[in-house]
């Protein structure tokens, strides 16, 4: 009886013992494995970030670099411009890498931002009444696309504090 429980118990140790290690073998390499591809393809994302993140600041010195030989509005115009291109393209590169409805959220607010920028530099050129009415519009331009932004992601952000995914009618 003592020999037939001595011998249970031994197979039943064995049997937990190779158990364990081939338990811990295959998780080794799983994890090994999904390590390596982990780590290997966010390091490619961040060389390619990095790439397209020095691509936009080349794009902007250029764009400044050009508005150097301007003057007076038309030089305020231009680095504007150059100022808001880079402010929408770093935008864009964050939401390309990172794609979350905050993001695409902050892309669309640099575009508008950009576009009443710009905008409102060109009225500076007016004067008088034309200037008040230009800025004016400008400012009214902005406005709606802000409120159109906020529209369209109202209805994104509702769904996703409520677990729905139908649309809002």
Known sequence: MQLKLLSIAAAVALALGTAGVAQAQSTSTT???RADATDHKPSVDRK???AEEEK???????DMAKCKGMQG??????EAD???KEKVAKAEVKAKYDATPANERKVDEAKAEHEYKVAKEKCD???GKEESACEKDAKANYDKAKADIKAKY???ERRASTGSTR???
């Open 154 to 156: 109202a209805s994104n």
């Open 167 to 169: 649309k809002a009618k």
């Open 56 to 62: 936009v600041s080349a794009q902007y010195k250029s």
């Open 82 to 84: 150059a100022k808001g």
């Open 48 to 50: 390619a970030r990095k």
């Open 73 to 78: 509005n038309e030089k305020d115009v231009c």
């Open 31 to 33: 994890t090994g494995a």
């Open 125 to 127: 050129a007016q004067k």
